[in-house]
């Protein structure tokens, strides 16, 4: 897999690929603001980026500008922000841009590279993933209504563990389930959803998508409502 990294903290951006490279990774940029980061990707077409939300020269949002660019005019390169703290309205922004190969972490999963490397690899494979952090608090304030509702509340923990890229092992391992229940809730969760196996759509990715949305803004993705 080609990373190229953004962020304007050498120890950060110059570590992280260290850790990747050492992981088996490529890492054909470096980059410390947003213009080298277009550039880079136009450049070298990684299969993923790594960018930082708050980059030079204002420090407010030129990151999140960037990766929304890059996803509409590279839909093939996937996308991995990272964030100092939760920002709900950011990470709500990302998971609506599009249908999958997204992800938010804050930056101190980094301490923890096989989460990176997991997060990468499953939106690099068309996945969303978003930070255990922003699952909590988005299951805190969840909204009422829609078809989020029809789950059970042990269906409820399992796509919340969905939501954070854990595959069918992982998920059977933290809620102490054999993998043959948890293909079950998966299941039944598409169903209860209504995500019908259409051709070119990867139904678990629509299943989180419309969790994070239901519980953040709306399950449209439209906006407080």
Not at 44 to 54: E, G, N, Q
Request: hydrophobic share 45%; no cysteine; aromatic share 2%.
């Amino acid at each position: 897999m080609r990373i190229v990294i953004a962020d304007d903290a050498a120890l950060i951006r110059e570590g992280l690929a260290a850790l990747l490279r050492q992981a088996g990774m490529e890492v054909p940029a470096t980059v410390n603001d947003a213009r080298e980061l277009l550039d880079a990707v136009s450049a070298h077409r990684p299969d993923a980026v790594v960018v930082d939300i708050r980059m030079p020269p204002t420090y407010t949002t030129e990151g999140l500008a960037a990766a929304d660019r890059i996803r509409r005019e590279f839909p093939g390169i996937a996308v991995l922000v990272l964030s100092m703290h939760i920002e709900t309205e950011y990470a709500l922004a990302i998971v609506n841009s599009g249908e999958g190969g997204v992800g938010y972490l804050l930056k101190e999963r980094i301490l923890k590279i096989d989460q990176v490397i997991a997060a990468l690899r499953e939106v690099a494979g068309g996945g969303a993933v978003i930070d255990s952090a922003l699952v909590e608090e988005l299951m805190a304030r969840r909204r009422t209504g829609g078809r989020i509702d029809r789950l059970t509340v042990r269906e409820q923990e399992v796509i919340a563990l969905m939501a954070q890229g854990l595959t069918n092992r992982a998920i059977a391992d933290n809620l102490h389930l054999s993998i043959k229940t948890v293909e079950a809730y998966v299941t039944s969760i598409l169903e209860r959803l209504q995500i019908d196996a259409a051709d070119g759509v990867h139904r678990r990715v629509r299943a989180v998508l419309m969790y994070l949305r239901s519980n953040g803004s709306g399950e449209g993705g439209n906006g407080p409502g």
